[in-house]
Every structure is written in C-alpha cells, then in structure tokens.
C-alpha cells in the first residue's frame, strides 16, 4: 500500500524555523518526484517546493525562495522541507506528494498525496 506521511508541523513564532519530514511507505521514494503544497483556510492548494528523482533539480515558489530548502534522502525514504524565517502568511496545511514521472508544481499532476501535517506561525 502506497503511503506518504507528513510530520514536524507545529505552532511557531514569526521569524521561527521547521523541518517538515514526509516518510514513504510502500513504495521506492527515489522513483519518484516529491512536491511540497500548502493550502490555507479559504485558499486554494498551491505548490511550495518540489524535487526530482535524483535531487539535482529543485523548485521553489517565488513567496519561499531563499527561506525554505528542499532535500531529500533516498536511503531514508525521506522527503524533507527545512522552513526558516517563518511568517505568518506560511500558516497553512502542508502536504507532499508523489509522482513517478513529474516533480513540479502543479497538484494536479501528482498521483500519491499525504494527509498533510499543520503548520502556524503566530505570537
């Protein structure tokens, strides 16, 4: 049985850091391309970050770049989103996903999805 899992999410203050871990199961992670997606209350899904099979090629959306990392550990089955100088806006749900043949930012594209793991930034 296929299955992601989020986990690290958690209450922080602005200016704050998280490490977001998204473990498989199931199935060989480096097969496949991971994405980080983040929705909030009343907003659509939007990607955060994404990276490829081999990790050489990563994504990031423009409101992250230079704040968030992406990384990943094949040996681990593991995903990982390093979240630095959090802010408010950063409030959302956060979800990975997978797809064996696609490792942007589009949700729409992924097959696997987590059930996402919450993330608020607040004093």
């Known amino acids: 049985q296929v299955q992601l899992v989020e986990s690290g999410g958690g209450l922080v203050q602005p200016g704050g850091s998280l490490r977001l871990a998204c473990a498989a199961s199931?199935?060989?992670?480096?097969?496949?391309?991971i994405g980080w997606f983040r929705q909030a209350p009343g907003k659509e899904r939007e990607g955060v970050s994404s990276i490829s099979r081999s990790g050489a090629l990563t994504y990031y959306a423009d409101s992250v770049k230079d704040r968030f990392t992406i990384s990943r550990d094949n040996a681990k089955n593991t995903v990982y989103l390093q979240m630095n100088s959090l802010k408010p806006e950063d409030t959302a749900v956060y979800y990975c996903?997978?797809?064996?043949?696609?490792?942007?930012?589009?949700?729409?594209?992924?097959?696997?999805w987590g059930r996402g793991t919450q993330v608020t930034v607040s004093s």
């Open positions: 996903a997978a797809d064996p043949g696609y490792y942007g930012l589009v949700p729409a594209q992924y097959d696997y």
């Open positions: 199931g199935f060989i992670l480096r097969s496949y391309g």
